[in-house]
């Protein structure tokens, strides 16, 4: 008698543990780790659907009380137990239930119809079919068949639509000659492939000193079984896709597969082209945008070993390889490989366990490493590598900051300063491209009064209200519960009229340069204008083409696009991400000014960069206009010290949440008194506060910090939270979410 230890598949707090089955003989043998299966639940033995993490041949309970598990829901998908491990990691260090932790880790089990594929082929034999040939092209309105035939008879098959698109014969004729029994329709399933077919390209750059020296580098790591995971610091254009690839190469020779991880921002068209050009059909790609029954083919694809590679956005560090020999993280800084819904797990973590389980290889790469990264290599716990120079030769942008208060100061209200204005200028006339940015968070643009300075506030949440233009009156919407009213024409709160706009937005950029230079051409690539499918490289490829002069936009045209005649980058407000009163605000910063500046001279000419701000004296914006990371680090690093914050301890955030203000507050003063009382040595404790948005659709927020050097503490500390609201009756119902190394602050 064998039993199995099932996670039954309901995302509820209290049935967060396993629960023990017995196997019927008759599926002993198919039983598997990871398999879903179907269970009797509860006093009603409802039928409901469980995975199991372990199965073993001893009872852990009485067995009279055991029950038979019905049977197995899906042979097809078994999941490794790598991943089932990992789903416990995430579970042990992200809070969450375990079910919720597998949800993220499993690939989505829908049952999804294939694609099918139809292919014509001959129906009789050749010979015969040479008659029908002789017969049809020496009439006239018969040579389209006479043209399908002779193409049948020398390839064995002929896909549907390239008949119909590429050989221009119609449906009628198809239908006919099959009909007629000449041919015949056979059907496939196939694999989706979302990005279609590429050819390869056996050429290759040929890598420069430095990257020759970071390749062997990692791979002599590799070969010798030294696999902590290797941060590889490459300014911008140094190569390192380059370098991955070359290193991809040899992971694929040992016959192991290898995960990429780029955010879905950088995601491009050009950077999936590269990789397909060089490794062919056995890349493939998961991104937001594909379906669930897409996405779970290229999982299937993995599984049964047609791709080897796996490029994707977080959760594609989840493909279920079977032999994992390497994760590559490009661009490790990227604030998007934390998850922002639980779990909040971090990719980069989350990577580096998996690698470790699978004795795989992590390489991270960064032109601006996450301050945590590059403080883990200078402790010696990751390995660092450096590319130092351009690969193609060219110098580093020309980068000027211009203090827009003194521009004020001399008379310009403009959102140009008088030296990005002539730039520009300069720029159109030598038909060279502009790329203006500006941040997100400037982007929401809210209803203030000028005289006694509220802003119109949602009545649900601790949000100001967010302006969006619509044709039948504009609209104030609240982005946390979708709140929304007709914006007011005068101030709810003193009734004066002057109520107004406050901060810029893409639209208002477009407006702005459409009236200061008539001539050009714009484009704009925020949120709005990236909706559809394949609106984000409609507008990039529409730029590369020349078909703008001014590419407007936020965040998303930072990251990792190469133009080679953009020649200006004009920062329009470099300050507006400092204000969030967080630790994390000046890495953020100095991350996106960094990057900003490294779209400029890509190609063959210098490129020149304007940051605007207010704070010129900021250390994180003159270190960005300098290009200077070591110094920016130094810095950070010595605030972070000093503040006890991440990466020198960790940190976890506790939020609580009722509908109850009072309620929160007196849970939140009780949580925070029990871990006082722990009397942990060590052991921080910020709080507990009102979260700094306090309320949202109704629910009071509050939030308790626990600091420490040691991650393991923490953790105890959050299970010790657990089992007491576990125990006591009146918080039942409390919500109580972590937050393991936040991004930012609550
Ligand atoms: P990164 O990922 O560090 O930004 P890329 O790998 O995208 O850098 O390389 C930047 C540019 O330099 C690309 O156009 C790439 O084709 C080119 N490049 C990279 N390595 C070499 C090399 N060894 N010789 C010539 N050009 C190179
Ligand atoms: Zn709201
Ligand atoms: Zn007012």
């Known amino acids: 008698m064998k039993f199995a230890n099932i996670i039954v598949d309901i995302s509820h707090e209290k049935l967060d543990k396993t629960f023990q089955y017995m196997i019927p003989e008759e599926l002993e043998d198919q039983i598997e780790v990871g398999n879903l299966v179907t269970v009797p639940f509860g006093r009603g033995n409802r039928e409901l659907s469980g995975y199991v993490i372990e199965i073993s041949d001893e009872p852990a309970w009485d067995v009279s009380k055991l029950k038979y598990?019905?049977?197995?829901?899906?042979?097809?998908?078994?999941?490794?137990?790598?991943?089932?491990?990992?789903?416990?990691?995430?579970?042990?260090?992200?809070?969450?239930?375990?079910?919720?932790?597998?949800?993220?880790?499993?690939?989505?089990?829908?049952?999804?119809?294939?694609?099918?594929?139809?292919?014509?082929?001959?129906?009789?034999?050749?010979?015969?079919?040479?008659?029908?040939?002789?017969?049809?092209?020496?009439?006239?309105?018969?040579?389209?068949?006479?043209?399908?035939?002779?193409?049948?008879?020398?390839?064995?098959?002929?896909?549907?639509?390239?008949?119909?698109?590429?050989?221009?014969v119609s449906q009628a004729v198809i239908r006919g000659l099959e009909q007629a029994g000449i041919i015949k329709i056979v059907r496939s399933t196939v694999f989706r492939n979302p990005v279609g077919h590429y050819e390869q390209d056996e050429r290759r750059l040929e890598l420069n000193e430095e990257q020759r020296q970071v390749v062997s580098g990692i791979i002599r790591d590799m070969d010798e079984g030294n696999l902590k995971p290797k941060l590889i610091f490459g300014v911008t254009g140094s190569g390192k896709t380059e370098v991955y690839m070359e290193i991809i190469e040899h992971v694929i020779a040992q016959g192991k597969e290898v995960i990429v991880l780029i955010p879905e921002i950088s995601l491009t068209?050009?950077?999936?082209?590269?990789?397909?050009?060089?490794?062919?059909?056995?890349?493939?790609?998961?991104?937001?945008?594909?379906?669930?029954?897409?996405?779970?083919?290229?999982?299937?694809?993995?599984?049964?070993?047609?791709?080897?590679?796996?490029?994707?956005?977080?959760?594609?560090?989840?493909t279920p390889f079977k032999n994992l020999g390497l994760i590559i993280i490009d661009e490790e800084h990227e604030g998007a490989y934390k998850s922002d819904s639980v779990p909040k797990y971090h990719a980069r973590d989350v990577a580096i366990k998996r690698a470790q389980i699978s004795h795989a290889a992590v390489v991270l790469g960064s032109a601006t490493p996450a301050v945590s990264s590059y403080y883990h290599a200078k402790k010696g716990h990751y390995d660092l590598y450096t590319l130092t120079k351009r690969a193609n030769k060219l110098s580093l942008p020309k980068v000027d900051i211009v203090d827009m208060r003194q521009e004020l100061e001399s008379g310009n209200r403009d959102i140009f300063s008088r030296q990005l204005k002539s730039l520009i200028n300069e720029k159109l006339a030598k038909k060279e491209q502009v790329m203006l940015f500006i941040n997100r968070r400037g982007y929401s643009s809210f209803i203030s009064c000028r005289k006694c300075g509220t802003a119109v506030k949602c009545p649900h949440c601790d949000v100001s209200l967010t302006l969006h233009k619509r044709s039948n009156g504009d609209k104030l919407i609240c982005h946390y519960?979708?709140?929304?009213?007709?914006?007011?024409?005068?101030?709810?709160?003193?009734?004066?009229?002057?109520?107004?706009?406050?901060?810029?937005?893409?639209?208002?950029?477009?407006?702005?340069?459409?009236?200061?230079?008539?001539?050009?051409?714009?484009?704009?690539?925020?949120?709005?204008?990236?909706?559809?499918?394949?609106?984000?490289e409609a507008i990039l490829s529409s730029f590369e083409q020349y078909e703008a002069d001014i590419l407007v936009g936020t965040q998303m045209i930072v990251k990792g696009h190469d133009f080679s005649n953009v020649t200006l980058v004009g920062i329009l407000a470099a300050d507006l991400s400092m204000f969030s009163s967080d630790y994390m605000a000046g890495e953020r910063t100095f991350e996106l000014l960094t990057q900003a500046a490294g779209r400029a001279g890509r190609g063959e000419k210098a490129g020149e960069v304007v940051i605007q701000t207010y704070n010129p004296e900021e250390n994180c914006i003159v270190c960005a206009a300098n290009q200077d990371y070591e110094h920016f680090y130094k810095n950070e690093i010595e605030y972070r010290e000093l503040m006890t914050y991440p990466p020198v301890?960790?940190?976890?955030?506790?939020?609580?949440?009722?509908?109850?203000?009072?309620?929160?507050?007196?849970?939140?003063?009780?949580?925070?008194?029990?871990?006082?009382?722990?009397?942990?040595?060590?052991?921080?404790?910020?709080?507990?506060?009102?979260?700094?948005?306090?309320?949202?659709?109704?629910?009071?927020?509050?939030?308790?910090?626990?600091?420490?050097?040691d991650a393991d503490i923490l953790i105890k500390v959050k299970n010790a939270i657990l089992r007491y609201l576990d125990m006591v009756d009146a918080y039942k119902n409390l919500q109580i979410q972590f937050d393991f190394n936040p991004m930012g602050i609550y």
């Open 69 to 168: 598990l019905i049977g197995i829901k899906e042979q097809e998908i078994k999941v490794e137990s790598v991943l089932i491990t990992l789903a416990g990691f995430i579970k042990e260090r992200y809070g969450c239930t375990m079910s919720k932790a597998l949800k993220t880790v499993i690939p989505v089990r829908e049952s999804v119809k294939d694609k099918e594929k139809k292919y014509l082929r001959l129906a009789i034999s050749r010979e015969e079919a040479a008659k029908f040939y002789e017969k049809y092209s020496n009439r006239k309105n018969t040579v389209t068949r006479a043209k399908l035939i002779d193409e049948l008879m020398h390839v064995e098959e002929i896909e549907w639509s390239a008949v119909v698109s590429k050989m221009a």
């Open 481 to 536: 519960c979708g709140y929304q009213i007709y914006a007011p024409k005068t101030c709810p709160s003193c009734g004066s009229k002057y109520i107004g706009k406050f901060g810029i937005g893409t639209e208002q950029v477009v407006e702005k340069v459409r009236q200061e230079f008539t001539e050009a051409r714009v484009l704009r690539m925020d949120f709005d204008t990236t909706r559809g499918k394949g609106d984000y």
């Open 269 to 318: 068209f050009q950077t999936i082209k590269r990789f397909y050009r060089r490794f062919g059909d056995i890349v493939s790609i998961i991104n937001s945008k594909l379906s669930k029954g897409e996405r779970y083919d290229q999982f299937r694809r993995a599984r049964e070993g047609d791709i080897k590679i796996m490029i994707g956005p977080r959760s594609a560090l989840f």
């Open 649 to 709: 301890y960790d940190m976890m955030a506790i939020l609580v949440t009722d509908k109850n203000e009072e309620f929160a507050d007196f849970a939140t003063k009780d949580i925070a008194n029990r871990i006082e009382k722990s009397n942990l040595e060590g052991l921080r404790i910020i709080g507990p506060s009102k979260a700094s948005i306090s309320k949202i659709n109704d629910v009071y927020r509050n939030v308790i910090y626990i600091k420490h050097p």
